[in-house]
């Protein structure tokens, strides 16, 4: 091969090399779900009231992995859904929570996460009424969890009716079959991340159910930023 043709090559084999280098850092390291912030004018620690919207979804059809189970959030001004699973409250607030559940059901691997914790009453409300626990055992009644270890608050989704024909483009509207789950929580006095996940094995096609989505910032894992 002549001098030339042999730099062309190896400036091209080096090029090639780079652009792969910066791909996986900013696929993998850089890129980041955007952020959803709640209460925006509310002052910390007073107790207020903030309202968190999300919902879960059997696929997302908005990303790389359109088979994906996802969470989506709601933005509090455009109420438009943002495909993420991160977002910021006021430190210190009430936190009232709602969740559309538009997924089907995959049982709990132990009946324990059916259980509601963490939240003001100890109860969630599925479509208006109290419930203390959700079974996924004896009826298949659990989408997801929306769980945070770090406060101890563990919530079942509930799921629409078993025959119904699940909402297949996602964002879901509440035209598709859903339930609505309600659940308040107080948000932490200390400031910080708190991270966020499911507890459904709901990682179809993952050894046990646990990987894709289930690990996966955006899909079925967040983080909950806690600000004064
Ligand atoms: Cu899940």
Redesign the pocket.
């Known amino acids: 091969m002549a001098l030339p043709a042999r730099i062309v090559t190896l400036v091209v084999a080096f090029l090639a090399v780079a652009a792969l280098a910066v791909f996986v850092v900013v696929h993998y390291f850089l890129f980041s779900p955007p952020t959803v912030t709640f209460g925006a004018g509310v002052t910390a620690d007073t107790g207020a009231t903030v309202h968190v919207v999300l919902q ?1 979804d059997p696929q997302n059809t908005v990303s790389t992995h359109p088979d994906w ?1 996802s ?1 989506f959030i709601q933005d509090p001004t455009t109420h438009k859904w943002v495909h993420t699973t991160i977002f910021k409250v006021p430190a210190g607030s009430r936190i009232d929570v709602t969740i559309y559940g538009y ?1 089907g059901c ?1 049982p709990l691997r132990n009946p324990y996460f059916g259980k509601v914790t963490g939240t003001i009453g100890g109860v969630e409300y599925v479509n208006g009424k109290p419930y203390s626990q959700l079974d996924s055992w004896s009826a298949c009644h659990v ?3 929306f769980s945070i270890p770090g406060i101890n608050l563990n919530v079942p ?1 509930a799921t629409p009716d078993l025959s119904a024909t699940l909402c297949g483009v996602s964002p879901c509207t509440t035209a598709s079959p859903h339930r609505t789950v309600t659940f308040s929580f107080n948000s932490p006095t200390a400031t910080g991340t708190y991270f966020w996940q ?6 179809g096609g993952f050894i046990d159910g646990f990987g894709g ?2 690990q996966t910032i955006g899909f ?1 894992t967040g983080n909950m930023e806690v600000v004064s």
């Open positions: 879960e189970v969470y997924d995959t989408g997801h969890t989704m499911c507890r459904v094995p709901c990682g989505p289930m079925m």
